[in-house]
């Protein structure tokens, strides 16, 4: 895993996953899971799904209740959770904390994408929140892919669109699925939770 000091050392293109590496998402998409779930008995683990799809973190929590849905009753949970955390994040989401200032350092100096395994309606709103739309380019979801974290084929499908080599590119992620998956593709990462947003201007490439 690459370290905070190695940050962007010969870097080109930053790939930042979205929900608990740039806002603070995590509360917002446990409370809609257990809302969701509440009706049928299931307690969410967060932890446990975190970085998983909507629809694949959904499935996860019902197996481990012992419990099977026919699929037109799991595509009505999934769409009832993203509709939920869709009604909290227009009350109220902020960037991580050194995360808008770490962001706007690196627009002018690198190009920055994102690989994300919410859903591209919940994901745009949110960047339009905080102000980042348009940033990221591309903005791979889990629209997009047919397998998400911890696949890696949404941090593949970012190399072959912008022709830059795994080698150039860094990944910034919180979680296993997310951390699985870039390793997969073969790209270095940094983990986002130990709060790596300090760079000086000494460090870009």
Known sequence: MT???DLLQDKRLLIFDFDGTVADTTPLHAAAFAQVLAPLGITVNYLSI???KTLDAMQQCLAGAGRT???TEMAALVSAKQQCVREMIVCG???????????HWVKPRFRMAMVTS??????????????YTGWFYPLVCADDVTHAKPDP???????????VSASAAL??????????AAAAAGLSFVDAR????????????
């Not at 919410?118 to 102000?131: D, I, M, N, P, Q």
């Not at 130990?194 to 460090?203: A, H, I, R």
Request: aromatic share 8%; proline share 7%.
């Open 153 to 163: 084929e949404g941090f593949l499908k970012v190399l072959q669109m912008t022709g």
């Open 69 to 71: 849905l026919p699929d």
């Open 171 to 180: 990944v910034f992620e919180d979680s296993q699925a997310g951390f699985a």
């Open 93 to 103: 989401l902020a960037p991580l904390p050194g995360v808008d200032a770490f962001l």
């Open 50 to 52: 975190a970085g998983l």
């Open 3 to 5: 370290t905070p000091s």
């Open 194 to 205: 130990l709060n790596p947003w300090q760079v000086s201007e000494g460090k870009k490439s």
């Open 118 to 131: 919410g859903s591209r309606g919940t994901v745009s709103l949110a960047l339009e929140k905080l102000g």
